[in-house]
């Protein structure tokens, strides 16, 4: 089965890479909603529901991503499952800030 994310860690998929360590992966978001939007993987596919069993370092990325990348605040956001708009089967969690979230129009 293909899987973008997968395909991004392999390097067979472009992608804006922010951050990488043994276990995960950050890159830029191409929806580009917000002034900064990131997404944060483990490299090994695993669904949103694993991931979030065990979010310790992933979860540690994403704050650290944020922090840097957002320093007047940003919020950690993840779908699961089609009513929740889940787009992609690879377990992530999305980084958006870099502006206020709450009057931000593009």
């Known amino acids: 089965m293909y899987c973008t994310f997968c395909e991004i860690v392999a390097r067979r998929e472009p992608a804006r890479i922010r951050y990488e360590d043994d276990e995960v992966l950050v ?7 917000v ?4 997404l944060v993987i483990p490299k090994l596919h695993i669904s949103q529901e694993e991931l979030w069993s065990d979010i310790r370092a992933v979860g540690r990325v994403a704050l650290e ?6 320093p007047g605040g940003f919020r950690l956001l993840s779908n699961l499952g089609h009513d929740a708009m ?3 089967p690879h377990g992530h969690v999305h980084v958006l800030g870099g502006a ?3 009057l ?3």
């Open 27 to 33: 890159f830029d978001n191409v929806l580009g909603w």
């Open 86 to 88: 889940q787009s992609q």
């Open 100 to 102: 206020h979230l709450g």
């Open 65 to 70: 991503m944020g922090r840097t990348h957002c």
């Open 35 to 38: 002034p900064v939007m990131l």
């Open 104 to 106: 931000y129009v593009r």
